[in-house]
């Protein structure tokens, strides 16, 4: 039997890029000889529909499954996610996926073989040279940028182009020594936090460069809150820093 890569997808209101981005997905799947590819949407009762149309594709592939819960952000939702997926698929490698378009599929070979070759942590990186942000406005490209910046200082990170990537393959037996419970983050600021805690925990980390592309269907769910967030997981990381050297 195959050893499993499973992707962990949060979604809310998703459904029209999901029925366009699940065969896009499963067409790479040829092109992965080593794992048996499986997806995992983590959909927040989203009323537009997005779990009718997993349960539909469901039908047809026993490798999509779906997990259902309340919305209480992006880093919830991959908490919940990630622990359901290593419980009930025992997968080797777990890779982190938007559902909206913007992270290309066909990257997804590479991702995996790259952790055949000694990395624990591969991240899809903006920032990379050969990786941008072209379908974005400068603005959002210099948050951006800013925010790696910000996460680096605060957590003493090395060198990293891209820490607040969520497009990403981490091998799962390196994820089990992460201690979710500790992670205080529930929105967009898990990405950086679980990033944190892998390095701390011996990840052998590679980038490989991303084009961001456009959103295809729906709007960007980054809100208010989360920005807010941002800032106080800054401080988290900034004591967890030094909690690391006592």
């Not at 995992?40 to 999509?64: C, F, H, Y």
């Not at 259902?68 to 996610?81: I, N, T």
């Amino acid at each position: 039997m195959r050893r499993i890569a499973c992707i962990v997808m949060p979604t809310y209101n998703e459904a029209a890029n999901l029925a366009e981005l699940l065969p896009r997905i499963f067409d790479q799947a040829e092109r992965i000889h080593s794992h048996e590819l499986h997806i995992l949407v983590v959909d927040d009762n989203s009323p537009d529909g997005t779990a009718s149309v997993v349960v539909q594709w469901m039908k047809e592939n026993p490798r999509i499954h779906l997990l259902r819960g309340e919305k209480r952000g992006l880093g919830d939702a991959y908490k919940r996610g990630i622990t359901h997926a290593i419980a009930t698929l025992d997968p080797e490698l777990i890779l982190q996926m938007d559902a909206d378009h913007q992270h290309d599929p066909s990257l997804l070979p590479l991702f995996i073989i790259l952790t055949q070759y000694g990395f624990t942590f591969v991240i899809g990186s903006r920032f990379a040279p050969g990786g941008g942000e072209p379908a974005l406005s400068f603005r959002r490209r210099l948050i951006s940028r800013l925010g790696t910046i910000l996460v680096r200082t605060a957590a003493g990170l090395p060198p990293l182009h891209d820490c607040t990537s969520g497009y990403r393959c981490i091998r799962a037996d390196l994820i089990a020594k992460c201690d979710f419970g500790l992670l205080p983050t529930h929105g967009y600021s898990f990405l950086s936090s679980l990033l944190s805690e892998l390095l701390r925990n011996g990840a052998r980390v590679v980038e490989i460069p991303i084009l961001f592309g456009p959103r295809a269907h729906g709007t960007s769910k980054l809100s208010f809150s989360d920005q807010i967030e941002f800032l106080t997981n800054l401080g988290w990381l900034w004591r967890s820093r030094f909690r690391r050297h006592v």
